[in-house]
Structure formats: C-alpha cells, structure tokens
C-alpha cells in the first residue's frame, strides 16, 4: 500500500502534475528557454501571450488576464478608500501603486486603526475577490 501512496504522491510533485489545463504544450515550447528561467509558467504564458498557438489556452489566458483586471481595478477603489490609511499606516508602500499584495497585507496588519470606509472597502473587495480571506 505504501509504495502506491508513494508513488501516487511523486507524480503529484513531477512537473507534468503541475500542468498548465490547456497551455501545457504552448508551455512547453515557449517557457523552457534560459530567457524565463525562475518564472513560473503561467507568468511566462501570460508575458508572451500572443505567441500561445493553442486557441483554448489563448482564451483561458485572456480570462485569466480579464479577471486579473478586475480585482485590480477593486483594489484600486481601496486604494482610493484607504488613502490617508495608506500614507500613514504603510508609507513605504503608498507611492507604489503595483504592490497591491504588500498594500493589502499591511493595512490588514494595521486593521485597528484603520477607518471605517476603508475597512468596509477592504471587506467588499475580500467578499468579491478574496472568499477565503476572513474579513476585517
């Protein structure tokens, strides 16, 4: 029984079990160059994205991006929200607008001192994007 366990558990850990859903060849051919050694295939997908051949990877890639978009523009309504939260509880971040993860970790590390709009912002971009993050 082990060594199926065992076994079962290395080919969950190959690269093949890490596949891409539609984008495993497109992948293949254009993320194993030396050009986008340490970055995960998806990123290298997603910077080349007019190269992909396949037509479903395209289309996964493209809703991928487009739901990207969309947390994106709620986090900058936080942003907007959390303004003077921003400047004061997390200055070294509040000039850098693409370093929404590290925004959105600090003002959640700051969550007592944070205003009310700007918590109710945070928890309505948490229940729309963020489902399994507990809410301030």
């Not at 199926?4 to 093949?16: D, N, R, Y």
């Not at 925004?103 to 971009?125: F, P, V």
Request: proline share 4%.
């Amino acid at each position: 029984m082990w060594p199926k366990i065992l076994g079962f558990a290395l080919v969950l850990s190959t690269p093949a079990a890490l596949a891409y859903g539609p984008c495993d060849d497109d992948a293949k051919k254009l993320c194993s160059s030396q050009d986008f050694h340490g970055e995960t295939e998806k990123n290298c997908l997603h910077f080349q994205i007019d190269a992909v051949q396949n037509a479903m990877c395209s289309e996964f890639l493209h809703q991928e991006e487009a739901e990207w978009r969309k947390t994106v523009e709620s986090f900058h309504q936080v942003q907007s929200a959390c303004k003077d939260e921003l400047s004061k509880q997390c200055p070294d971040l509040a000039a850098k607008d693409r370093q929404l993860k590290a925004q959105q970790t600090c003002l959640m590390s700051e969550r007592e001192k944070l205003g009310a709009s700007c918590k109710e912002d945070i928890n309505r971009h948490i229940r729309s994007f963020q489902p399994t993050i507990r809410e301030l």
